[in-house]
């Protein structure tokens, strides 16, 4: 199902916490998403802060890949404060498009915890879906926002932290870890330059179902990878390639141009 596809994107992107970056900051960053080196999804995200405010608008078309991905649209959009150490969300809303069907989320924030959300239509309860509780929305942010990277420089820094992340439906944590420091060369990338390459260990807490093949399969992978690049000289650093090892081969996501 579509739905799919920001659940995964979940767990590829990470959200941090460092100095602000000084001057406003617009930009469009354009990634293609492939599965065995089969292109399923063209991913542009726009991306805006003032100084105290951001914004992030994502809008993927999905062609679908067997029985990983529906055909379909998918459109997210989150807003907060970024005048801190970190990007700080207030709200978030989904709605994919597939098969005929319409899924929508809409979740907001106060002081890194949840005080609405809604899905539509929706999720049905069942023995084995793990409850979310009060307890578990609070300290958290959306998955959105983990685009978007503050710190001062590409370093291991980037990647020492834990993510606390509600989805609406789902609440999971991402442990991140440092690797190495590598390089990006080829020209046919958005980017050619210094990276830094992180591990996320994903962390499912409540929302899912005990029984999904899909979270067991996301809790026992030990190849979940994501290297990030710079945003010019903004302060900002987001992510130039992202990869999941599946059975139907590589997920991987990868920066294509940035305007």
């Not at 942010?141 to 983990?146: C, P, R, T, V």
């Not at 978007?148 to 590409?154: A, D, F, H, R």
Request: hydrophobic share 40%; aromatic share 8%.
């Amino acid at each position: 199902m579509i739905r799919a596809v920001p659940a995964l994107a979940a767990v590829l992107l990470a959200l941090a916490s460092s100095p602000g970056a000084a001057a406003p900051v617009e930009t469009r960053a354009s990634y293609v998403l492939t599965v065995g080196r089969i292109n399923v999804a063209l991913v542009d995200v726009d991306f805006n802060d003032d100084g105290r405010r951001y914004g992030l608008d994502l809008m993927a078309k999905v062609t679908g890949f067997g029985s990983l991905v529906a055909s379909g649209t998918a459109h997210a959009s989150a807003a907060g404060a970024s005048g801190g150490r970190s990007l700080v969300s207030e709200s978030f809303a989904l709605e994919t498009r597939a098969n005929g069907e319409t899924f929508n989320v809409d979740v907001g924030f106060a002081g890194r915890e949840v005080n609405r959300f809604t899905v539509e239509p929706p999720v049905l309860d069942s023995y084995d879906r793990v409850p979310v509780e009060r307890r578990h929305l609070r300290g958290v942010g959306d998955f959105l926002s983990a685009f978007v990277l503050k710190g001062e420089g590409l370093d291991k820094s980037l990647c020492q932290r834990t993510l606390n992340i509600f989805t609406g439906v789902e609440r999971f944590d991402i442990a991140m870890a440092f690797v190495e420091t590598d390089e990006a060369t080829s020209p046919r990338t958005g980017y050619q330059g210094p990276l830094v390459l992180c591990s996320l260990d994903y962390r499912p807490i409540s929302g899912h179902y005990a029984s999904s093949e899909i979270t067991t399969y996301l809790a026992e992978s030990s190849r979940i990878l994501i290297w990030y690049a710079p945003l010019g000289t903004s302060g900002y650093f987001i992510p130039y390639r992202a990869l999941l090892g599946t059975t139907m081969g590589d997920l991987s996501m990868v920066l294509v141009g940035t305007r």
